[in-house]
């Protein structure tokens, strides 16, 4: 496998393991188990995500629609734009974690995003994933940078990032909108030159 462009078999088949959690892609057969968690967190997600009223199908309620996301983000995968991961805790759905806007060239960046079931919260599954998909975009994509970008009063996901002593860059004002607003975001940054530093220390944490 191409540490830059992992094969189209190994994109398909790509599993990853932190001590607690699995991240793999969403497949068809997820549909039922991810509507589930998606509607019992409705309230408690809507508040950090961008509208989707702009969708001609909700994926989280029509089975179609879903099957036609799993196909979008494996043609992503395929092609390395983006990597859309389930996170799965004792075979159990629970979240997803995303490595999106994968960009080359003189970049070499990612923008990574997560959401988590309330029901798991508070156990650090997140920060787990978040330093699989680091050493995943850093030691096999070989990109160079990460950015995690975060609602400023979402204080549990900038948890996430204080937890793993990710690098605040600042606020970047009116940066995405989410549930119909045009929302202020902290930008945080992680390199790999931070993550050459720090992978012993991380890995010990957190990884198998």
């Known amino acids: 496998m191409s540490a830059m462009h992992p094969s189209a078999s190994a994109r398909s088949n790509l599993r990853m393991y932190g001590r607690r959690i699995m991240l793999r892609p969403l497949m068809a057969s997820d549909f039922q188990a991810y509507r589930e968690s998606r509607l019992r967190n409705e309230d408690w997600l809507l508040q950090w995500e961008p509208s989707r009223l702009s969708l001609a ?46 960009q080359r060239g003189a970049l070499q960046t990612a923008t990574v995003g997560y959401w988590i079931d309330q029901a798991r919260a508070g156990h650090a599954y997140v920060a787990e994933a978040v330093v699989v998909l680091a050493r995943f975009a850093f030691d096999e994509l070989l990109l160079h940078r990460l950015e995690i970008c975060i609602i400023p009063r979402n204080h549990r996901s900038r948890r996430v990032m204080e937890k793993l002593r990710i690098r605040d860059e600042g606020v970047a004002q009116r940066y995405l909108e989410i549930n119909g607003v045009w929302e202020d975001h902290i930008r945080y940054g992680f390199t790999a030159e931070e993550w050459a530093d720090r992978r012993a220390e991380l890995a010990a944490a957190w990884l198998p």
């Not at 179609?64 to 075979?91: I, M, P, S, T």
Request: aromatic share 6%.
């Open 57 to 102: 199908a909700d994926p989280i309620r029509d089975q179609a629609a879903f099957v036609a996301r799993c196909n979008l983000r494996d043609r992503e995968r395929q092609v390395g734009g983006a990597y859309g991961l389930g996170l799965f805790v004792e075979d159990a759905l629970c979240g997803e974690v995303n490595l999106n806007n994968v």
